[in-house]
């Protein structure tokens, strides 16, 4: 097996780490499991618009896009044309702030932007709306400025109008918003930012109640995009409509069917996208997927370890790369609230901790992920060697187990 085709996590923990590059990349949450792409490089039957040979932008943070070798080979990308991706199941919503399926940021990653990103490789964070890392005067405050002339894209209700400090003020406090039953990303900010001042429009200072060390870390998330205002006041929520500052202007969503995507023409850089159209076929089968792309109906796809041999077989001219992804799997109980506390057994911390303890992890991936991942003790990666856990707090152990779930003496 050569070195690209190794599990993505294996292969970058045996890397050597920069202590810069560590730095940079702190607070990364917990990544357990890689993303493995096949990209067909097309051939004389492929049409004009689906030839595969280009990629979307990159600028979809922590979704890992793929590129076929013509396109990773050539001088040049080739520009225009349609790049067609498959898409593993159907988001709940298009609102970054107020869901949490990967699906939901595959597509809003391309029509929004965040503040900070992560590169591709998740080891690093950059800017992307602001125009570097934040400045901390002090512990309590983050300083960012804002990109000058970045534009939101020219439809209703935002029309092309200037992106501002004012709008990232609007988007933190949203985020912020606590609203019981709703699966969203408040926690990030929530008890944790005291104010956010806009001293000019391109100065957002952000006023910290406490010293806050995963603050860079969530504000490169891809869940913690710029949105308008307007947006939000024409529609009520989000859940249907993607409006942002991004490369892609969303066009069309066909439920559990596809989405689609057109290039932005007024993007602040001139040279992206190269592509004129993104379109996301949603296929929830793994067999349906590769056939999907044995059948050169999609340019690139998610593929499992059960069907990588037969669509390697039946498409020579695939690309495979294992991939990053910022989505991880944990077990864990479900959220209580003082009003809804745990209901026995789960109010006993013993029978919880034997929960836990009963579980097999490697099992688990080696069975269900087909060992594409690794192991993490705690939400920091082991890549990030100076924060992460070095042994388990409550690993497999059967007899442990047992023996707490037993009645007590």
């Known amino acids: ?35 493995a792409a096949l990209v067909g490089c097309g051939d004389d039957d492929d049409d004009d618009e689906a030839g595969g040979t280009t990629t979307a932008t990159g600028t979809a943070a922590g979704t890992g896009t793929a590129t076929s070798s013509t396109a990773t080979q050539a001088a040049q990308p080739k520009r ?20 949490t399926f990967p699906y939901c940021t595959a597509v809003v990653c391309n029509t929004n932007e965040g503040l900070l990103r992560f590169t591709p490789d998740l080891t690093k964070v950059e800017a992307e709306l602001a125009t570097g890392l934040p400045e901390n005067p002090d512990p309590l405050t983050f300083t960012l400025k804002i990109k000058q002339g970045v534009m ?11 992106f501002t400090s004012e709008d990232v003020k609007y988007s933190l406090e949203r985020q912020m918003t606590d609203e019981a039953g709703k699966f969203q990303h408040a926690y990030f900010f929530l008890g944790a930012i005291d104010r956010i001042e806009t001293p000019d429009k391109y100065t957002a200072t952000i006023k910290m109640k406490k010293a806050y060390a995963p603050m860079v870390s969530y504000l490169a998330s891809p869940w913690t995009l710029m949105i308008a205002r307007e947006a939000v006041e ?3 929520d ?49 067999d349906t997927t590769a056939t999907l792309f044995i059948d050169k109906q999609v340019d690139g796809a998610v593929i499992g370890s059960n069907q990588r041999k037969r669509v390697q077989d039946e498409r020579s001219d695939a690309t495979y790369k294992a991939v990053p992804s910022q989505f991880w799997r944990q077990f ?13 057994p789960f109010s006993d911390i013993r029978f919880r901790e034997a929960m836990v303890r009963a579980i097999d992890k490697k099992q688990v991936l080696d069975l269900v992920y087909n060992g594409d991942g690794i192991e993490t003790k ?30 007590p003496v």
């Open 238 to 286: 989000l859940t249907e409509h993607a409006v942002g500052t991004g490369p892609f202007i969303f066009k069309n969503w066909q439920k559990d069917v596809k989405f689609e995507l057109e290039k932005n023409p007024n993007y602040r850089d001139k040279e992206l996208p190269y592509i004129d159209k993104l379109t996301y076929v949603i296929a929830i089968d793994p």
């Open 332 to 344: 864990r109980m479900s959220p209580t609230t003082q009003e809804a506390p745990y209901q026995a």
């Open 152 to 162: 939101f894209q020219n439809v209703d209700p935002v029309n092309g109008r200037e």
């Open 1 to 35: 097996m050569s070195r690209d085709e190794l599990n993505y996590w294996d292969r970058i923990n045996r890397a050597r780490l920069s202590r810069r590059g560590i730095l940079r990349g702190a607070g990364v949450s917990g990544v357990g499991l890689a993303t």
């Open 378 to 407: 705690g939400p920091i990666l082991p890549i990030y060697q100076q924060w992460a856990l070095k042994e388990e707090l409550a690993g497999f152990d059967l007899n442990k187990a047992k023996s707490l779930m037993s009645p």
């Open 234 to 236: 024409k529609w009520g």
């Open 80 to 99: 225009g044309g349609t790049l067609t991706l498959h898409m593993g199941g159907s988001p709940r919503s298009l609102d970054p702030h107020f869901d």
